[in-house]
T-cell receptor
Framework: ETGVTQSPTHLIKTRGQQVTLRCSSQ?????VSWYQQALGQGPQFIFQ???????GRGNFPPRFSGLQFPNYSSELNVNALELDDSALYLC?????????????FGPGTRLTVT | AQTVTQSQPEMSVQEAETVTLSCTYD???????LFWYKQPPSRQMILVIR??????QNATENRFSVNFQKAAKSFSLKISDSQLGDTAMYFC????????????FGTGTRLTIIP
């Protein structure tokens, strides 16, 4: 157990809808990263939040957006869902410091778009 | 941009044997970290072992060890005395030392430990 939690566990949405996924980071961590893992693939970096500001973004369109709250929990929002958005969404928390860099992952949210 | 390649989509080994998973990467960075993550059927990505590129000594964590060849950009994982609980997807990942903490993953190796 890493102490990182995600909700919901599973989600089924229809194409065109909007979805919000949630992540609670490990205690003491100030950074949250989101990844998309398509079936049979490695995770792909979506974006990262550090102290409530976006701090880096992967090759994902603007309909993927996020938030980080003062308690360092985070949300991933996806608008106008497409079939290809079906994937496992992983969040990872870390403590950004000069000596710490490891990311700890949550169990993921499985999103199915029909 | 960094790339990570895992050329073995699937591997299997008898329980108690030793297995080595391969990983190569491409980067122009001099300072970076390398990781092996394990993802069992439960889906939770678990950190197995990490290596700082500035360290010449290969990292070891109990039954897990790496062979880090910086010049060759190679980072293999050796699992000794394999156990049934080692059955999982294994991902090699790269992170630059400076900048945001973005992990770049390979496509994974599915490892099955046979009783």
């Amino acid at each position: 157990e890493t102490g990182v939690t995600q909700s919901p566990t599973h989600l089924i949405k229809t194409r065109g809808q909007q979805v919000t996924l949630r992540c609670s980071s490990q205690s003491g961590h100030n950074t949250v990263s989101w990844y998309q893992q398509a079936l049979g693939q490695g995770p792909q970096f979506i974006f990262q939040y550090y102290r409530e500001e976006e701090n880096g973004r992967g090759n994902f369109p603007p309909r993927f957006s996020g938030l980080q709250f003062p308690n360092y929990s985070s949300e991933l929002n996806v608008n106008a869902l497409e079939l290809d958005d079906s994937a496992l969404y992983l969040c990872a928390s870390s403590l950004r410091s000069q000596t710490s860099y490891e990311q700890y992952f949550g169990p993921g949210t499985r999103l199915t778009v029909t | 941009a960094q790339t990570v390649t895992q050329s073995q989509p699937e591997m299997s080994v008898q329980e108690a044997e030793t297995v080595t998973l391969s990983c190569t990467y491409d980067t122009s960075e001099s300072n970076y970290y390398l990781f092996w993550y394990k993802q069992p059927p439960s889906r939770q990505m678990i950190l197995v072992i990490r290596q700082e590129a500035y360290k010449q000594q290969n990292a070891t964590e109990n039954r897990f060890s790496v062979n880090f060849q910086k010049a060759a950009k190679s980072f293999s994982l050796k699992i000794s005395d394999s156990q049934l609980g080692d059955t999982a997807m294994y991902f090699c990942a790269f992170m630059k030392q400076f900048g945001n903490e973005k992990l770049t993953f390979g496509t994974g190796t599915r490892l099955t430990i046979i009783p």
